[in-house]
């Protein structure tokens, strides 16, 4: 058989493929639009299809189903009028990628544009058009809209090639080579944009591209060390490509992976616990992969091995939830590193599991990470962002100004408006906003709905019997402690509402219309109420929060050469630095430094960082007072604004942090008795968060 016969068959099972699942998308509800139509759909097709072992205990919805209101909205609009709505006008690797030509930018190949650019293009893309259909903002879908149409038209004019539509193949087929699996990385980044594309549009071209582009992927192996890059990731857009067309031939492909000898016996590694410090993002990547395969071989191993990795993990994780990665894991310290990208690859990663096994764990971790980790990546209007952001940092020169950072001498901690001359984290950081709010809310298989993530927010959807639902979620969380969700179903109507209960909170409250339910914790910690629902109730629930202090200890440099090359701090084998951190609710604290600006600290900042916490762990309550306002609004992250300010008892005394000492050996008792005020981490860009700690 020739090729061009082999490409006619082929696009005739992707049509057949597209028309039947098509035809089950707008059966589910004919009279609803494509929102309702889609979650329908994947509800029937979780309960029906044979091939799922597990289903999810939840289902996230679409693009546009959630709207962000107050404070949140006000953060989102200054992504789309920031970075997120104008990186394609400050730089070419963003204006020109994945147009199928060649232009000029830094690690892309002037010929023919493959490179870094595709990869760090697709992120922005994939945020990009996510966050268009959240906000509804017109200008923004017709930009996004234009680049994902040319990929789109691409492949369709070239059915014999993948995503990268003006390259053979076997460009992505290198699968033994670090060509080859970036190339298969940075397509399963252009495919996660497309999916968001389709979930927003229902166009069906979109879909029909996809399938085209993976009915014959040559999916590569789990990689036992997951480094370098590797194409194993496609295993994530290609699930939910199944699960929207029911393609048998996308099925074989996934089901092989799980039948590999390879990636089997490093699932048993990564169960033993043999792991090594690796890229960060890489890692943060790849370790879901397994959990996803869960579902459709019901071997529990496989989410073992995700847990397994996790743990390991643990090892590194800094206070604001993002394991430390100055590019490899680089364990617990008070001036290692967080490269953005990880801040919004951890929480995709947290979300993926959380939709696998519904443990409210998952939940906690995304908010630690949304509250904390990515306000500080980027300015208050979002208009300039850092590559690296670190727990301590005091002022212009600590920590270093020059850690380990892609082949350039260029500051990682400098805000910019590309952030660095690499641009994977600059194009990566648009995920985080948008991914959060699309999923705040996800439906269940029980036709109920759950409260997954919190904040201010309005979805729209459907319950038992495809009966539509309208939510308004009335909150300035996390910086109070209620939240008032109005319900307004189409018709009353009974289903389960799912309320996902922080571990941090140990005294929650729940009422509707304004009187006090009886509810009950399921084994995943969510609240569970079930009733029937009409127009106007209202749920209330309150989240008592309470100042909580950490101990920890910072560990040393992990013994790998990459380290060993390139940082001092790495020759020392063992380092043991006590140190603590607070928290209120979700949201780590700190105490800022002055600054006079996103760049440099006032003259006056010395001698305002050299801080011991005095604070007996089972005292905290009566050692601290709280102090809040209301938030400005529009609401722009402006430090003197704070709307959280707590007062703690501390001690000053002489320390000037060194890169090999950066926090005391020991525990401090000598200093002058005082107390300091702490703000959200979150509104800081020079500050204190891991503090030495007093006897």
């Known amino acids: 058989m020739d090729d061009v016969a082999k490409i006619k068959i082929r696009m005739k099972n992707i049509f057949i493929g597209i028309i039947v699942g098509f035809q089950l998308f707008i059966s589910c509800n004919k009279s609803g639009d494509t929102i309702h139509n889609l979650i329908d759909y994947k509800k029937e097709f979780y309960q029906t299809d044979k091939h799922i072992a597990v289903p999810p205990a939840f289902i996230p919805l679409p693009p546009g189903a959630i709207r962000p209101e107050g404070w949140l909205n006000d953060w989102a609009e200054s992504a789309a009028n920031g970075i997120t709505g104008h990186l394609d ?86 699968v033994k080579t670090t060509r080859g699996e970036f190339n ?10 497309l999916l968001a594309y389709y979930e927003a549009t229902g166009r069906e071209e979109v879909l029909t591209a996809l399938l085209n582009a993976y009915s014959d992927y040559p999916l590569p192996i789990m990689p036992e060390k997951i480094y370098p890059v590797t194409g194993a990731v496609n295993v994530d857009p290609m699930i939910e490509l199944y699960t929207l067309t029911g393609d048998t031939a996308i099925l074989n492909k996934i089901l092989e992976m799980t039948k590999s000898t390879s990636f089997n016996q490093t699932i048993d590694k990564w169960i033993d616990g043999k792991f090594e410090s690796r890229h960060g993002v890489v890692f943060y990547e790849n370790i879901r992969i397994p959990a996803m395969l869960y579902s459709f071989s019901g071997n529990k191993k496989y989410l073992e091995a995700f847990f397994s990795a996790n743990r390991w993990l643990g090892q590194h994780i800094l206070p604001c939830g993002v394991a430390s990665s100055e590019e490899f894991n680089a364990g617990i310290g008070s001036t290692r590193n967080i490269e953005t990208c990880n801040v919004s690859t951890s929480a995709w990663t947290y979300q993926k599991v959380f939709e696998i096994t519904g443990d409210s764990d998952w939940g906690d971790a995304i908010e630690k990470v949304f509250f904390n980790a990515v306000p500080a990546a980027v300015d208050s209007d979002f208009k300039t962002m850092c590559y690296y952001q670190s727990p301590n940092r005091i002022n212009g020169v600590f920590p270093s100004e020059a850690p380990i950072a892609p082949g350039h001498d260029a500051s990682p901690y400098i805000f910019r408006p590309t952030g660095h001359p690499v641009l994977c ?28 993530l919190y904040g201010p927010s309005e979805v729209k959807t459907t319950v038992s019997n495809g009966v539509g639902i309208t939510i308004k979620t009335e909150t300035n969380y996390p910086y109070t402690e209620d939240i008032v969700l109005s319900l307004y179903p189409e018709r009353e109507i009974e289903f389960p509402l799912y309320l996902r209960m922080p571990e941090w909170c140990k005294n929650p409250s729940i009422r509707v219309n304004g009187k006090d339910v009886v509810w009950n914790f399921n084994d995943k910690g969510f609240a569970l109420i079930k009733r029937a629902w009409q127009k106007e109730d209202k749920v209330s629930i309150h989240f008592p929060m309470q100042v909580n202090i950490i101990l920890g200890n910072e ?31 979700p949201l780590l604290l700190a105490l800022p430094v002055p600054d006079k600006g996103e760049n440099s600290t006032s003259k006056e900042y010395k001698g305002t960082f050299n801080f011991a916490l005095n604070m007996n762990s089972e005292k905290t309550n009566e050692l601290t007072s709280v102090h809040k306002q ?66």
């Open 184 to 193: 298969s990385w940075s397509h399963s980044h252009m495919a996660r944009a």
């Open 555 to 585: 560990t040393s440099y992990p013994q790998v050469q990459y380290f060993k090359n390139n940082r001092n701090q790495a020759i020392l084998k063992r380092v043991n630095n006590p140190f603590q951190s607070v928290y209120y609710g």
């Open 630 to 695: 209301e938030m400005n609004k529009p609401w722009h992250w402006q430090l003197d604004d704070s709307p959280l300010k707590i007062r703690v008892q501390a001690k000053q005394f002489d320390w000037e942090p060194t890169e090999l000492q950066p926090l005391p050996q020991n525990f401090v008792s000598a200093g002058k008795d005082t107390t300091i005020v702490l703000v959200p981490y979150n509104m800081t860009k020079f500050r204190i968060s891991m503090f030495p700690v007093c006897e």
């Open 89 to 174: 006008e400050w730089s070419p690797t963003f204006g020109e990628a994945w147009k199928g030509k060649g232009f000029k930018a830094e690690g892309t190949n002037e010929e023919d544009g493959t490179g870094w650019a595709l990869e760090q293009c697709a992120y922005w893309l994939d945020g990009a058009v996510r966050l268009a259909y959240v906000l509804n903002d017109s200008a923004l879908i017709r930009k996004v809209s234009a680049r994902l149409d040319t990929v789109v038209e691409g492949v369709l004019n070239h059915p014999e090639n993948s995503l990268i539509y003006w390259k053979p193949k076997d460009f992505v087929n290198e």
């Open 425 to 452: 984290c600059v194009g990566n950081v648009n995920r985080a906003i948008p991914n959060y709010i699309m999923h705040m809310w996800m439906t269940t298989l029980d036709n109920g709905i759950a409260a997954t």
